[in-house]
């Protein structure tokens, strides 16, 4: 099995080393990821500017690629320019702190699995639920096992797999849930600063307001200590409201 | 009715001049728009930069605000700092070149649509299909009616609308049309250049391919000169993938 591994903490960050050394176990690994940290990258990706490769060592050894771009940016040059072929499996992670809720939209991780999904290929992205992560080794261990298990079951085509782990001992956690994208939110605020030359600026913070009760969503399955696993896929389509519209006289529109 | 609009091409684009002068004849309308070009900029919030809100003039007229962000920071620092209030109505574009099929994941003009979705505020992402348009005013004109159209009819909450109009004249338009995001993508290419400094740098490019066939898809209603209208949601998960995976066995990941 060939897996392409990217993030968007960045090429030099701790999760990504986890995971690296457990999917080893599983297949041929292949490092992809960006040269910086990319949280809440979304899905951008780079168009005017030109994109840079470079080989990144972790003690005189070869680790993988560092690109000066996005997440999905790492997936399209590196399976068009550098791999030139579809791997078995992308995974993106070990990210530091949830892809749940709402922030699945903000998110990078989830951003890499997804531009692999659109690009044919099975893919998962997976995060701790810590900004300070103890228990990074269980997250890994479960990104090993979904990653046979994916290989075996197959997603259909354009299905990413979203994986949320609380940050806790394997002793500790509850169980696995299977879960749809709550939408619980941030609740932002930008708070204002003088710089020294006497302008204002913002920095954008907050704090996340559960806004979900349901025991099948992400962010409550989590909060639960379950590892929730959510299919996601790159169809944005509103089929509900597709449905209502249907019924609207467009002509008065014209 | 209050009117928030915004763009990815920038403040001072021709779009979203045009756009502005039609929405003044149905609104009071606040311009918050990113300061440079966010094309592609996909649904990235700046998170570790200060932002920074500059009072932008046309003619010594005060226009909007510019912000140093992407279209969904304008959103959320717009409602959240400078108007302080939701406001009726966002609309994003008018964007230069089409924002259908697979481009509806990477376009910034979706995502300030998504972010006022999010913020629970109806919202309409508006496209003309050239990137040298000679018909925004048609374009304009179908932004005009569908702001008064969805403040009547409502849309579900969360949800926005991505129109996507032909470059035509009002008398080549074939009509409107109710469509679902299509799956024709990029075949994306890397073009291999060399620096003055001898080193290599990569130029994303390629074409659209036509993946879709069904008349009810947006690429192709555009292709066949009907201005696209397809709701979206920022709810990603994949129902259909979600039923599957509720019969798996996931005690074999324990």
Known sequence: MKILVSNDDGIGSVGINILVEELKKVGDVVVIAPATEQSAAGHSITMKNPLRVKEHFVDNKFFGYAI????????????KNILEYNPDLVVSGINNGSNAAINVIYSGTVSAAREAAIMGVPSIAISVDSHTP??????AKIAGKLAKFVCEKKLRRGTLLNVNVPDLSEEEIQGLAITKQGESKWDDYYEERIDPYGEKYYWLTGKMEYQDKEKDRDVIALKNGYV???PVHFDFTDYEMLKTMQS???????
């Open 68 to 79: 000066n771009g996005t997440p999905a940016d790492c997936i399209k040059i590196g399976i």
């Open 134 to 139: 103890e228990h990074y080794e269980y997250a």
């Open 228 to 230: 929730s696993i959510t």
């Open 248 to 254: 609207w006289n467009l002509g008065l529109l014209k």
